[in-house]
C-alpha cells in the first residue's frame, strides 16, 4: 500500500469511497469501504485489478497500438460518463 504522507483527510476519504461506491461500470473498480487506525494510516477496500493498471502497461510497453489504443480511449471515455 502507497504511504501519502501527513494526516488523512478521513471525512474525504469516507466521502469519496461512498461516492465510487455508487459507480457500477464495467471499467471502474468498485471501491467498498475503509477503515482508519488510530495511528493515522488508511485502509481502502476495493476490487482487485490483477491485470495491472494503464500508466505500468504503457511504461513497460513503451507505446501502444492504434487498435489498443482506441480501445483504451473508448473503454476511459465510457467509464467517465458513467461518471458524470
Known amino acids: 500500500m502507497k504511504k501519502c504522507g501527513g494526516k488523512p483527510d478521513l471525512k474525504n476519504i469516507q466521502h469519496q469511497v461512498r461516492l465510487y461506491s455508487g459507480i457500477y461500470h464495467e471499467h471502474v ?34 507505446r501502444f497500438e492504434e487498435n489498443a489504443a482506441g480501445r483504451l480511449i473508448c473503454e476511459t471515455t465510457l467509464a467517465v460518463t458513467k461518471c458524470l
Open 29 to 62: 473498480l468498485q471501491y467498498y469501504g475503509w477503515h482508519a487506525e488510530p495511528n493515522g494510516d488508511v485502509y481502502v477496500a476495493m476490487e482487485l485489478c490483477d491485470g495491472g493498471d494503464v500508466a505500468s502497461k504503457l511504461r513497460k510497453a513503451g
